[in-house]
């Protein structure tokens, strides 16, 4: 696999993917993925996140916590066959938890969320810059009751994101990008 591309070029081009191979990141680049998670902006230095690697050995717990999801929340036939299609899809998953502390009255809840939010998407890159697909899910998944317990969240936490990792489906080299960059259009003003 690619070992690293430029930065601005990944992160003018970068997509996600829901077409995986079989190769996970090993030891090494697992690791670093999650130091990549680490170094995001963080006010207070709380590191209100926690992570949960999920390996290929662990994709039928994983399952069964998709399917009590589907379960808990009264979900129809088609979710229950998505629950097995995510949970086949990737060979490795990173959940991400947002460990919020409420009484910090100088690093509110939100803020503490969007370091989780960045946690992920550095992660993400990290994994991408070392030739990885990646895919983040969230929807009703991050919210049942036995991943929630799986995960260790407590009362104020909530789950992010259940990053899907693997290499590209035809284990070619690369990554999954965009043939062009995205226009800024309306979505930048400017004060001047």
Known sequence: M????DALHLLQHRRSSKKF?????????????????LRVPDHGHLKPYHFVVIEKSGMETFHQY????????GLDDEM???????????????GV????????????AWEQMLTAGCATYAMQLAANAQ???TCWISGKWVNGSAIRNAF????????VALVMIGSPQDD???????SHTEEIGNVVSYIR
């Open 21 to 37: 191979g079989n190769i996970a990141p090993n030891k090494e680049q697992l690791e670093a993925i999650l130091k990549a998670g």
């Open 172 to 178: 070619e080299c690369g990554i999954s990008l965009a």
């Open 152 to 159: 260790g969240c407590g009362e104020f936490d909530k789950i």
């Open 66 to 73: 998709l399917r009590s999801v589907v379960d808990e929340f």
């Open 131 to 133: 030739g990885f697909e």
């Open 97 to 108: 938890v947002a460990k919020i502390a409420k009484d910090i009255a100088k690093v509110p």
């Open 2 to 5: 690619k070992s690293s591309i």
């Open 80 to 94: 229950y066959k998505k629950a097995s299609k995510l949970s086949e899809r990737a060979p490795m998953v990173i």
